[in-house]
Structure formats: C-alpha cells, structure tokens
C-alpha cells in the first residue's frame, strides 16, 4: 500500500507545471504557484548561472532536494536584491557566497532569513535591473532572473574613432560591500574595454555612479582608493595600486577646458606640475588639443584631473590668474615603534621620492612633509611597514646562561627587545625581522656546547684505518691514536664528538668472521678430506657411515668457502646417481 502511494505521488509531482514565473518584483512580491506539495526541508545541492540573450536575462538556478511551492521576493534598494526561500537551507561546507560578476548581477549572498529556518538569498546588482525570483517544482528548482537591456550590434569604426571615443561611454553602478575586483571588471565591461588588473586589487567596497563617463568612473577609484588606471593598446584598461603601477612612464593627451588654447594649458601645466613635459613640439599639436604630456603616471593622472577641474573662460583671453588650488600641502609626524628611523626613511625614499623627509636622530621619529594626498599614503606606507616586519622570537640556551646572553644581546643589538624568562629557561627577541634573525644567530653562536674527550676501541679495524676515516669525516676534531693501549682519542665539540663516536662505531665491523658449522661429504674418507683442508681451518667431531663424512668445520668464512663448496657438489652428484638418495 505503502509504495503504492508513493508511485502515485511521483506521477503527480512528474504532471506539476515546469515553470511558474512571478512578476518582475522591483517593488516587491510573492510567487504562489498553485500546486500542492507537502512542505518539507529542503537543502540546496547544487547551482548554476546563465545567460539568456533570447529573454535578455542572467538568471541563476539553484536545485534543491524538495520540490518548493513558493518564494517570497523584494527589493530592498542600494542595489540588491532579496528572495526569501521557506524551510531551506544550505548543504554543510557550502560556499556562503557567489561571485558572478555577469551585468545586471555582481554577487549573490546566502544567509539566515527573518525565520531562522528559511534561506535568504541576496543578489547585488551592478547595474540597475528589474528581477524576480520563482520555483520550477518539477525540477526542484529555484530561479532567480535579473533582466538586462538587449544588446544592439555596433557599427564599425576604424581605429582612429575608436581611440578618440575612449572613456566616453556612460557609467551607471551600485555596490554594497562588493569586492573591488568585481566594481572594476564590471565598470570596465560595460565600455567595451578589456581589463586587466594587478594582483594588488584587493578589498570590499560600496560604490554608487549614475550616468558618468567611463574615465570619471575609474578616476573616482583614484582619489578615493588609490588605483591608478592607464589604457594600453587595443583597448585595455590596466587597473593598479599608484604605488606599483604610478612609477611608469607613459604619454597621454589631456582634453582642454571650454576656451582654452594649448598654449594656455601648457603654460600653467608647466608651473603647477612640473614632473609633466610636453610629448612632442607644440607647433605640431592643434590648437584645440588634446595637449600631448609625458612623464610617470601619478603625475599625468594627477595633471590631466586638476586641468579638467579649470573654470571655462572666453576663448583667446589670458588664463585666469586665481587657479584651483593644487593638493593642499601638509606636515605629519611619524614615530616607528619597531623600524628604525634610518631603516624607515631609506624606504619612505624609495617609494616617495617627492616627499620631503626629516629624521632626529636622538629621538627616532621622522617628519614627513608634502602634498596631503602623498604624506597620508606614506603614512599609511610606513605604518603597515612597521607592523609587517615586527617578529617575535624565543631562544632556548643549550650551554650558555641567561644572564650571560642578555648583556651581549642587547650590547651588539639594542634596536632588539630582549626578555629573560628564568622560569621557561630562554630568551625572547622582538623587533625587526631582519635585526631579530641576526640577533638569533648571534646568540647560536655564542651558546657554543662544551669541549668533550672519548676514548674508542676499536674491535676489527686497525687505529690507522679508523683514524683517517674519522679526520676525513670530521676534519675539525682533534683525534689522538694510543697505539701502545690499543684506542683513539677524540677530542672536540660535545655534539661533534658524540657524531663521531657514532660514525666510527658503525664501520667498526666484522669484515671476515669466524664461523662454526656441519659439513656432509658423501664417498670421501677422513684421509682425502684432510688433504683438502686450509691451515686455518679445524676439524671437529669427524664421523663416517653409509652416508658418507660428517665433519665439524671452523674458520675463517672465506677458508671454509671452498670446503662447503666441495660438499654441496658432492651431495648434488650422490642424488644424481642411479643408486644415490632422493
């Protein structure tokens, strides 16, 4: 009866409608297919995600194990998205987060709903969309569906347009707590340019943009985050941290404000930003620009965004005398705990070799002096610099005592911080990682073990043989043959010693030993074996019979060798006889 039921309640659930689509819920609202189906838990195995050009949708599918006959949808603004499914959850050691990265949708979050036995299910956007979210029952299916504007094939251009419409394309985004990486590949892929980004772009950012050009997308990163972008060739936006990517040279062209003349734009370009020069000869350049400027890219970017925030002016009158002021310019104290300050300013020097560095001596700190926006990134700089490089390092004496490393230590290393736990019985450095590893191997050095002397007899080498297999091994031990007493002398090193003596003891071994054992000739006399016998070699317990010659031989194993040779070719020719033993 039993399986009965089931098989029917299989080809009822087999007969439920395959997709039951709800409204496009920018505003809210619920799916309620009409199909009954017993409300059990239900565990998300697995999910997928597609685009649909012919619909013009990304939607997401997840499969569960239950059928589910509803899901409860709504938009909760700041560009997200939110399906509540019932009594669901997620399999153990699921991924609590999707990366999808495919405009409308950037990520898809997985959590707890206002039920703490349903699933909510958070889809961010990346642009603005329309979404809804429905069940399949009869594939056990949920589907989520964010629709995106149709595409339209673009006309062809030739190189020379495609250069000039560069960064011109509108930008519409939002994010909330998204990772930077998928902000910029998606602000990227809805110009049409290819990206590429260095492996510094990290993070979790919110990001909101209505309607604004491409290159003031990517130069809001800039100011805000530090990323510099420049545009290789064929169309490829690189996306960098100004400390890595800023140091290379490019050349690019700067558009002129409303009214101004190249000759304008390069006389207070020249003033202001003085690391910028002209790219090429200006009588070359048309006079309505865009103005040619080489130099690194920290400085281009920075001169191509100051120019774009001059005011318009009448065309052919002089440039306005009250500018926008440059970066506004700041002093800040920094006071390394764990850096030195020469170690500190050395680095400071290398990656910001604009700023203007003062270091006291007497009391370590350093005064750093320039543009806001650079003093804070070195500021940020060092401080990183100065916790990246701290360590902490506990060393246990073998030998030598606290109280004897310490006043070393700290003589010959006072930048290290040394501790001496007595109770523990070591020593803990802290400081600069590199200054802690020299001060460790200092220590090393100084805990040297005591000197050691053992006697060592050797049992079948000779004094001559072991002595110079030990100097050959242990080169710096002293080693002192006593031929008269039969013994070496090793003299050295506690550990050396010691390995010494293990060394020596295991090539110490019998090379020839003596052995002991029965011997069987079959057909020889007592007399014909004696004839046959080494010097070396004794005979014991001799007996004769039937059978032939019992003999007890002892010796060396390389005279008895042949004797026991001897035998077993005498018994392998008794059994080959026609009377002989089987």
């Not at 007595?422 to 400081?431: A, D």
């Amino acid at each position: 009866m039993a399986r009965r039921w089931w098989m029917l309640g299989l080809a009822a659930l087999l007969t439920l409608p395959t997709a039951v689509p709800g409204a496009w819920a920018e505003e809210g609202g619920e799916s309620k297919p009409s199909v009954d189906v017993p409300d059990q838990r239900a565990t998300v195995k697995q999910w997928a995600w597609a685009k649909d050009d012919n619909n013009s949708v990304v939607r997401l599918s997840l499969v569960l194990n239950w059928p589910k006959t509803a899901v409860h949808s709504e938009w909760i603004g700041q560009g997200t998205f939110v399906v509540t499914v019932p009594n669901t959850g997620l399999k153990a050691n699921a991924e609590r987060s999707i990366v999808i990265a495919q405009p409308p949708i950037a990520d898809v979050l997985f959590g707890v709903g206002a039920e703490a036995a349903d699933l909510q299910i958070q889809v961010r956007l990346s642009t603005p969309s329309k979404c809804r979210a429905y069940v399949v029952p009869s594939q056990y299916k949920v589907v989520i569906e964010a629709e995106y504007p149709p595409s339209v094939p673009a006309a062809a251009k030739n190189d020379d347009e495609e250069t000039k419409e560069f960064g011109k394309q509108i930008i519409t985004a939002e994010f909330v707590d998204t990772d930077l990486r998928v902000i910029v590949e998606a602000l990227v892929s809805q110009s049409g340019a290819n990206i590429m980004l260095a492996p510094e772009v990290t993070g979790t950012y919110s990001l909101s943009l209505k309607e604004v050009t491409l290159i003031d997308a990517l130069d809001s990163l800039w100011e805000a985050w530090g990323l510099c972008w420049m545009k290789l060739p064929g169309n490829i936006v690189l996306v960098g941290a100004e400390a890595e990517l800023g140091k290379r040279v490019v050349e690019d062209g700067i558009e002129l404000p409303s009214g101004w003349s190249v000759a304008d734009v390069a006389s207070v370009l020249a003033a202001e930003f003085p690391e910028v020069a002209p790219a090429r000869d200006m009588a070359s350049v048309p006079a309505t620009g865009p103005l040619p400027v080489r130099g690194e890219l920290q400085f281009v970017g920075r001169a191509r965004r100051w120019v774009a925030k001059l005011p318009s002016k009448a065309e052919g009158t002089p440039p306005v005398v009250t500018l926008p002021p440059r970066d506004k310019q700041t002093t800040v104290v920094v006071w390394p705990r764990y850096l030195s300050s020469e170690t500190a300013e050395a680095k400071l020097k290398e990656v910001y070799p604009l700023l203007t560095i003062t270091r006291e001596v007497e009391t370590g700190k350093l005064t750093l002096s320039g543009s806001r926006e650079l003093v804070n990134s070195a500021k940020t700089f060092v401080d990183k610099l100065d916790l990246l490089e701290v360590e902490t390092v506990p060393f246990y004496p073998r030998y030598a005592k606290l109280d004897q490393l310490e006043p070393k230590i700290r003589e010959n290393y006072p930048q290290v911080v040394v501790t001496v736990e007595e109770k523990l019985g070591r020593l803990t450095l802290k400081g600069l990682a590199e200054v802690v590893a020299e001060a460790l191997k200092y220590a090393q050095s100084l805990d040297q073990p005591d000197r050691d002397s053992t006697r060592f007899y050797p049992r079948y080498l000779k004094l001559t043989d072991a002595e110079t297999k030990i100097k050959e091994i242990f080169p710096t031990l002293t080693v002192l043959s006593e031929a008269g007493l039969g013994y070496l002398t090793l003299v050295g090193p506690r550990d050396m010693v010691g390995a010494a003596l293990r060394y020596v003891q295991t090539i110490d071994v019998v090379v020839d030993p003596v052995i002991d054992e029965y011997l069987h000739f079959p057909g020889m006399t007592e007399a014909n074996l004696k004839g046959l016998v080494p010097a070396d070699v004794t005979l014991e317990r001799q007996s004769s019979g039937a059978k032939g010659l019992y003999v007890r031989v002892r010796g060396k194993e390389s005279a008895v060798a042949p004797l026991r040779r001897l035998a077993a070719q005498l018994q392998e020719d008794a059994r080959q006889a026609p009377n002989g033993t089987k």
